[in-house]
């Protein structure tokens, strides 16, 4: 569902937790040559992100004592989407049970219930669960983080002269799999076709009747469709959410790729911040670029979230997004990358290692090398 603001904390790793049940010997490793950084390198098919480790080979999970803002909620909104039906058909992944999976998450609950110090809640991780660590995008674990947020932005019901760009509700034709990939759009003999581009969605006006509300900034509305969820101010101040509907069906597209490959911005200006800046002094480039990620997400007004893929509320630093075609969904995890954190009126990468669920997926994020956090909303968090 995700993200504009797509760039690099640091290449590190994320961990599966799982209580253990019947031990398997580790497999074997095999590493290959270092070819570089390729994040979004894929898997053969049929193989999974995650692989067991000894427990000579944890993270010291004591940075999780003090980075523990929010976690309860995150656990029990991943208890939330496990108790339906449907996520039995999820599992297992790998020895991993759908059962499994739900009595590792109390046991988190209990771990953090019962810890009383850093140290005594690394011992009791390395006690009680399993760890599964990512192969990441070279077979040592290396993953790419970046970050997604819900954006505020000004926002109206009906369009005027100044609030003309549009969000808009999906097709009512619209056709999904049983996993809520978009197949394309039904016709009335029955067959199915693509769904729009975001170009032909904003040349055409196909979808017109469908808006949800209107933005005043057009790039402002791009962040909207490339985040999947918004808090919209209205003229009286109020609130107006949005969430996450489905999308068009296309793969993500970053177009802060191609404006560095174009020599438009340089990489140090690739930000959300230098993004915002180059459009609003090349607004006549916005056709050329913004049209070259095909896709388009489509919303519907829903408080109380942000939401996630798994239907239930995102928590920031306490959700991340995965590829679920090869992780495994609402499952409990520890992550070491670095994060920017503000200090002295300084944006400044520093360590940071949490636990966290994984509840989200994202247009960008289809590798074992790629994870999205959920950092928050507002400007501040946009910062």
Request: charged share 20%; hydrophobic share 35%; proline share 5%.
């Given at each position: 569902m995700k993200a504009v603001a797509h760039f690099a904390f640091v290449a590190a790793m994320i961990a599966l937790l799982c209580c253990p049940s019947c031990k398997k010997p580790e497999p074997e490793i095999t590493l290959g040559p270092d070819q570089g950084p390729d994040y979004y390198r894929q898997l053969p098919p049929g193989e999974l992100a995650l692989r067991k480790i000894d427990p000579s080979r944890y993270p010291d999970?004591?940075?999780?004592y003090v980075n523990r803002d929010g976690i309860e909620e995150a656990i029990r909104n991943s208890l939330s989407y496990m108790s339906k039906p449907s996520s039995k058909e999820f599992f297992p992944y790998a020895d991993v049970t759908?059962?499994?999976a739900v009595a590792s998450l109390h046991a988190l609950l209990d771990v953090f219930d019962e810890a009383q110090s850093p140290e005594q809640l690394d011992a009791l991780i390395r006690q009680r669960f399993?760890?599964?660590?990512s192969v990441g995008c070279d077979d040592h674990g290396t993953v790419l983080f970046t970050g997604y947020y819900r954006p505020i932005f000004d926002a109206r019901l009906e369009p005027d002269a100044e609030f003309r760009y549009p969000l808009y509700a999906a097709p009512s034709n619209l056709v999904k799999d049983k996993d809520g990939k978009v197949l394309g759009m039904r016709t009335g003999a029955g067959s199915i076709i693509k769904c729009w581009t975001r170009a032909q969605i904003e040349e055409g006006a196909p979808l017109k009747g469908r808006e949800?509300?209107?933005?005043?900034d057009r790039f402002e509305a791009y962040i909207v469709t490339v985040q999947g969820s918004g808090k919209l101010r209205l003229e009286d101040g109020s609130f107006f959410e949005i969430g996450y509907a489905a999308n068009n069906g296309y793969e993500y597209s970053s177009i802060g790729q191609a404006l560095i490959n174009d020599g438009a911005i340089q990489p140090s200006d690739l930000s959300l911040q230098g993004l915002i800046r180059y459009f609003r002094e090349n607004p006549g480039q916005m056709d050329k670029y913004l049209r070259?990620?095909?896709?388009?997400?489509?919303?519907?007004?829903?408080s109380g979230g942000?939401?996630?893929?798994?239907?239930e509320p995102v928590t920031a630093y306490r959700s991340i997004a995965t590829d679920k075609a090869i992780y495994p969904r609402a499952c409990p995890a520890f992550f070491v990358t670095q994060l920017p954190t503000k200090l002295g009126g300084e944006i400044l990468s520093q360590p940071f290692s949490t636990f966290a669920l994984d509840q989200d997926?994202?247009?960008?994020?289809?590798?074992?090398?790629?994870?999205d956090i959920f950092m928050g909303t507002g400007d501040e968090v946009a910062e």
């Open positions: 999970f004591s940075s999780g759908h059962d499994r399993d760890v599964y660590q949800v509300c209107w933005l005043r070259m990620n095909q896709r388009y997400v489509f919303f519907m007004p829903r942000p939401w996630g893929s798994l239907n997926t994202g247009g960008a994020i289809r590798a074992a090398g790629r994870c």
